[in-house]
């Protein structure tokens, strides 16, 4: 556990230059996951999200991840996601979108390799977006020896809509508290383009399989 607290503190030094920034916010989520088979899964997971140094809510979600294992390092998913956005002015959008995603993964001694692709449809919203999907393209690498509860990780997310691009660089440690629970707890700095608006986000998560 040591080296773990050490290899942690290390992932968070590269982010220690943004910690004046202003606005700051908070995500938290419970997820429900269920394994069907070795290559077929399930998940339920609610999310709220807040902002304005997490005095107000910004987003809220709940969304069904479908995922299918195809190769040993290739997964598909196709999720279902419905969710309210606060506009300002009082004005919230109510969408309900699609997600579509592939995971490429390598595991390299005690390090694991990913990326995802997933492009978000809109299906419904009473709020039109500008376009009606977007890009989130993931790569993360991860510290996980076999006999540690907690695996810390390095992920840089880039976001591209047409109108704006976001980009998110993320240090955290996934928890193993349980044999059927884990705790998803991590730092991550966010910058909005062409606004080049910066926040401070706090994560934490919690996994349960059923």
Known sequence: ?????????????????????????????????HDFSEKYSVTLRGEIRT???????D?????????YKFLPWLTGEVNFEGNQSDLGGGQWRNAFRIHLGLNASARIGDFRLSTLQREYFFVASNV???????????????YAPKDWAAS???????????ETFQRRL?????IRIFPSAS???????????????STNILGLGLTVKI
């Open 1 to 33: 556990m040591r080296r773990f607290v050490v290899i942690f503190t290390i992932l968070l030094l590269p982010f220690t230059a943004f910690a004046g920034e202003p606005d700051a916010g908070t995500w938290t989520y419970l997820a429900l996951k």
């Open 51 to 57: 902002k304005d140094n997490a005095r107000a809510t």
């Open 59 to 67: 987003q809220r979600f709940i969304r069904i991840f479908n995922r």
């Open 128 to 142: 039109e977006p500008a376009k009606p999907c977007f890009l989130l393209s993931q790569f993360r690498v991860g």
């Open 152 to 162: 810390p990780y390095l992920t840089a997310i880039w976001l591209t809509r047409p």
């Open 170 to 174: 993320i240090a955290g440690a996934d």
């Open 183 to 197: 705790l998803n707890i991590y730092y991550m700095f966010k910058t909005a383009y062409p606004s080049e608006k």
